[in-house]
């Protein structure tokens, strides 16, 4: 949903992702579905061990944790919850009441860090404040496990209609369980639990692996990422050789070419081609043998979608072209905050030109 939407309609969503945007912390994918895993654990931890009607209140909290897109809007969806948590009969009585309100606090709090309406859509997506409705919602799912727990021992064994069949069944099953592992000794248990916390940090890895993200996430500006921002319709000189994709220091990306051709043949070959089809020049100077021509390029629809400049000059074997450019809008970059923050610090050091 991120590459869907503006930044600042990223800042709208009461999604995890939404919270890490108002916490400062750039909204990872992997982390995201940590949050996700979690908020699914909890919920079935109510499911395990709580009544049915508690179940049912920790169903519609999850309903809104669960889901990777959610906005401002749609957690109003917190009456349904809200009303089944007065019919849940939860214990300790006092507690049903205190969910409410720090809920209605919590509620408010996030709707008043929400920045809504919007002054600029185009501004960087950034909040008010911290959105306190999602680690409170986890929280309150957490609080009806345990205080479901102390409901299902008190009535266990009765009949009531209350009864989550769920917990029934895995009381059952416990039952038989612990009959089975009654001998099991205190080693064979400690190896188990190794083994478990292994596999669950092998499988968060893999994840972080398949998924490129964590300490396997790729360079955005890394040779590959580079070429592949290139639009095919660039006039890269003819039988020239990529020397260097990387980073830029006017604009985000940069590639290099050498090519053994003079750079006076290279140059007007380059100017006919960026005045022709979707590209158009926009400015031309020649800084002490050193051409540098700036170039629009324009999509099917007319507005500008990449703009760059074009270095030509003379080098030992014949002749050296850069290009750096930006893709439009500039939120089709990845890392291009953190880049031209570190433009500017560069810009900003003493002694810098």
């Known amino acids: ?125 950034e909040t008010y404040g911290l959105y306190w409705i999602q680690p409170f919602a986890l929280l309150s799912v957490f609080a009806l496990a345990i205080a479901g727990q102390r409901m299902a021992a008190a009535t266990q064994g009765n009949l009531l209609p209350n009864v989550n069949p769920v917990v029934a069944a895995i009381e059952r099953a416990r039952a038989i369980a612990r009959r089975r592992r009654s ?23 893999l994840s972080a692996y398949v998924s490129q993200n964590g300490p396997f996430a790729p360079d955005p500006f890394g040779r590959q990422a580079v070429l592949s921002a290139l639009p095919d319709d660039f006039p890269a000189p003819p039988e020239a050789e990529v020397a260097e994709a990387g980073e830029g220091d006017l604009l985000p990306y940069r590639v290099e070419w050498q090519t053994d051709q003079p750079a006076g043949e290279v140059a007007g070959l380059l100017m006919q081609k960026l005045n022709d089809g979707n590209w158009q020049v926009v400015l031309t100077e020649d800084d002490e043998g050193l051409l540098k021509v700036r170039a629009a390029r324009f999509g099917l629809d007319g507005n500008m979608d990449l703009f760059g400049e074009v270095q030509v000059g003379s080098s030992e074997d014949g002749s050296a072209v850069g290009f750096e450019f930006v893709p439009l809008p500039t939120n089709r970059v990845p890392g291009f905050d953190e880049w031209i923050k570190k433009r500017d610090a560069a810009r900003a050091a003493p002694g810098a030109p």
């Not at 400062?24 to 940590?34: A, K, R, T």
């Not at 408010?108 to 960087?124: G, I, K, L, R, S």
């Not at 400690?190 to 940090?201: L, Y």
Request: charged share 10%.
């Open 1 to 125: 949903s991120r590459d869907m939407h503006l930044p600042m309609q990223q800042a709208w969503q009461y999604s995890w992702q939404g919270f890490l945007i108002s916490a400062g912390i750039e909204p990872n994918p992997l982390l995201v579905f940590d949050l996700i895993a979690l908020s699914a654990a909890a919920v079935l931890l109510v499911w395990i061990k709580a009544p049915l009607p508690v179940a049912k209140v920790a169903a519609a909290i999850g309903m809104l944790l669960l889901v990777p897109y959610s906005t401002f809007y749609n957690w109003c969806l917190l009456t349904v919850p809200a009303a089944l948590l007065l019919r849940a009969d939860l214990r300790p009585r006092l507690l049903a009441p205190a969910l409410l309100g720090l809920g209605g606090i919590a509620a408010a709090a996030t709707q008043n860090a929400t920045p809504y309406p919007a002054v600029d859509m185009f501004a960087e997506g």
């Open 183 to 205: 001998d099991r000794s205190a080693p064979a248990m400690a190896r188990s639990a190794t083994a478990a916390v292994m596999v669950m940090a092998g499988a968060y890895f």
